[in-house]
């Protein structure tokens, strides 16, 4: 699933028109919409949708948590890829002026008025569009963003001293911190030498201070390289080339050269160093 440096690296590529979109679509308006799998769109109804996304203007694009939220002239439109879902912008018409026809997994379609359209793939089918009045109607219950300077170390140490719950799940619940998902958790808790097991409750500031400097750390680096490309789902960072920890089973550890281990947590695959995050 795309986190927060994938979903801000598609933001930063569609509105700048940068990479292998020439145009930015900002300023563009919806001639039409193309719905071909209904529970794409999860409000308001297909039918609804199509008809009242017409004629709005894209104004802006940026990122809440995963969400990619489309400022519009009258409305908010957001998507949340999930764990297979893509967007790309291509030409509508062919050389003959007929529609291009659209992908076998191609969920929804924008048509937009500068002979583009905006295209939403998702193979597996997980991923979601809202169209609303106001985006807070869907991300009123995200936790804070981590890259926000109004989240101080002292604020961070505060909400976690509240929580008696394992720190990977935490880090990874969206209702406490927005974005960060399997890979940049392990990656920050790595970077800052915790267990993934440990309780948060327990963290002193100094831990939390740390914690919160390697998730900067992380997801700032993620942003810079364009995020991780692991699969056939997203495509174009090269973050994945300088992991510490995530996907390095039986590796190095880059700090002290044990090899990182894999256990699960959550449910979730997860990799550490045993020597640099020992869980007291």
């Known amino acids: 699933m795309p986190e927060l440096p994938e979903v801000e690296t598609i933001a930063r590529v569609l509105s700048d028109g940068k990479g292998e979109y020439q145009t930015s679509i900002i300023g563009c308006s919806i001639k039409n919409a193309q719905v071909k799998w209904a529970r794409t769109i999860a409000i308001p109804s297909p039918e609804e949708f199509s008809e009242r996304i017409k004629e709005q203007i894209i104004t802006a694009l940026t990122r809440r948590g995963k969400f990619l939220v489309f400022s519009l002239s009258r409305d908010a439109m957001l998507v949340h890829l999930r764990m297979s879902g893509d967007l790309r912008v291509e030409d509508h018409l062919d050389q003959g002026g007929e529609p291009i026809p659209l992908d076998k997994h191609d969920r929804m379609a924008l048509i937009l008025n500068n002979g583009q359209r905006l295209v939403f793939n998702d193979t597996r089918k997980f991923g979601r569009v809202w169209l609303v009045a106001d985006a807070g109607e869907v991300t009123g219950d995200l936790g804070p963003e981590p890259l926000e300077n109004s989240l101080t170390a002292e604020k961070f140490h505060k909400v976690l001293a509240a929580r008696k719950r394992q720190l990977k799940p935490l880090l990874m619940d969206q209702s406490f911190l927005a974005g960060l998902g399997n890979i940049y958790t392990d990656e920050a808790l790595h970077l800052a030498q915790l ?62 050269g044990t090899p990182i281990e894999r256990m699960v947590v959550g449910q979730r695959g997860t990799h550490i160093c045993p020597t640099c995050q020992p869980l007291a």
């Open 195 to 256: 267990h993934p097991l440990a309780i948060a409750s327990e963290l002193s500031e100094g831990d939390a201070r740390r914690l919160l400097d390697a998730i900067r750390v992380v997801l700032k680096e993620g942003i810079r390289r364009n995020g991780a490309s692991i699969d056939w789902v997203y495509k174009g960072g090269d973050f994945q080339n300088h992991f510490r920890a995530y996907g390095r089973t039986g590796e190095p550890c880059p700090e002290c």
